[in-house]
């Protein structure tokens, strides 16, 4: 006897969404918009040597998007450049004829890769450890990425559901439970009697997961193998009202706490009483939403990761 498979609804609905909001111009920056500009002459005597692959298989949606945003700058020309170390993109920057040996540090760990910056003249780590790494001149913040590039093609939408609708949602976070330090968080939320908490355990579609996001009126982040996760910088894109504990890794600008999102103690004896207060307090909630928002144009906008990454080419490198 065969059994049958009730079809998902929810995902055909899905992916027709998915296909409509394809249809418009990805997200951008206005040039004259870039947080860390480069003059246009200057643009037009460089250009890149991007790898046409990588050794190992996470630095792939890392690299798509980066090259996303470069493209937009300089002619980007791929090229089969050897990727020495695991979990790091290698590049060539030309600038005037001349090649310069670039590192993007994508590993998900805060632990430097001090072999890899011994073969660069310039260094990008992504999960810069808040303290730093010693006297390293040309060791610099890399930044973050979201975690999918559709994202940029799904933002107008996204943005315009979270400013046109009422919140569905209260206290919301998807989590994996492969690291125990996210259990009490978790029991904490589920817990709570003052208010409801959707998510918890396990993964929603990409393209539902950031319709809830636009729907919550508070989101949470719990870190994963560092502090910074794929997850954050979601959250930021599309204005959020953002809790979490401190972050042990630091972006080229950093976050400040009240402003941009609101932090718990890392113990999360006051996570309860964070997220109570900023469902309570609407002016401040959506102050941080706002503030989410337009940090994420100015500093984390893959158009400006790329203006970043050019600007320090150009002042280490020239």
């Known amino acids: ?3 049958l498979i009730q079809p998902d609804f929810r995902t055909w609905a899905d992916r027709a969404l998915e296909v409509a909001w394809r249809g418009g111009p990805p997200h951008s920056i206005d040039p004259t918009h870039l947080t860390w500009p ?3 002459a200057r643009l037009d005597e460089m250009n890149i ?4 692959k990588f050794n190992w298989r996470y630095q ?4 798509d998007q980066l090259a996303a945003g470069l493209r937009r700058l300089v002619t980007l020309e791929p090229v089969d450049i050897p990727q020495l170390h695991g979990g790091v993109i290698t590049f060539d920057w030309v600038f005037r004829d001349r090649a ?3 590192n993007i540090e994508v590993s998900d760990y805060p632990e430097l890769n001090e072999a890899a910056l011994g073969d660069c003249e310039l260094h990008f780590k992504m999960q810069y450890g808040r303290a730093g790494y010693g006297n390293h001149q040309r060791l610099l913040p890399g930044g973050f990425i979201n975690a999918d590039k559709v994202i940029y093609r799904f933002l107008p939408r996204l943005r315009a559901l979270r400013d046109r609708f009422a919140d569905q949602y209260d206290v919301y976070g998807r989590f994996e439970l492969t690291m125990d330090r996210r259990r009490t968080p978790l029991e904490i939320l589920m817990g709570s009697r003052r208010f409801a908490f959707e998510g918890g355990e396990g993964r929603a579609r ?3 997961y950031l319709r809830e996001i636009a729907r919550s009126k508070v989101c949470i982040d719990l870190p994963g193998s560092a502090s910074m996760t794929f997850r954050l910088f979601d959250y930021f894109a599309v204005g959020a009202c953002i809790v979490s504990p401190p972050h042990t890794c630091r972006l080229p600008v950093p976050f400040e706490d009240g402003v941009h999102l609101a932090y718990c103690r890392e113990d999360y004896s006051d996570l309860e009483e964070k997220c109570a207060y900023y469902l309570e307090n609407d002016h401040e909630r959506q102050r941080l939403i706002q503030n989410s928002r337009e940090f994420f144009d100015a500093y984390m906008h893959r158009d400006q990761l790329a203006s970043y990454y050019l600007f320090h080419c150009l002042k280490f490198l020239d």
Do not use: E
Request: glycine fraction near 4%.
């Open 1 to 3: 006897m065969k059994t």
């Open 38 to 40: 480069v003059d246009p």
């Open 49 to 52: 040597m991007w790898p046409t």
């Open 60 to 63: 792939n949606p890392w690299g």
């Open 100 to 102: 310069h040996r670039v």
């Open 206 to 208: 990409y393209s539902r």
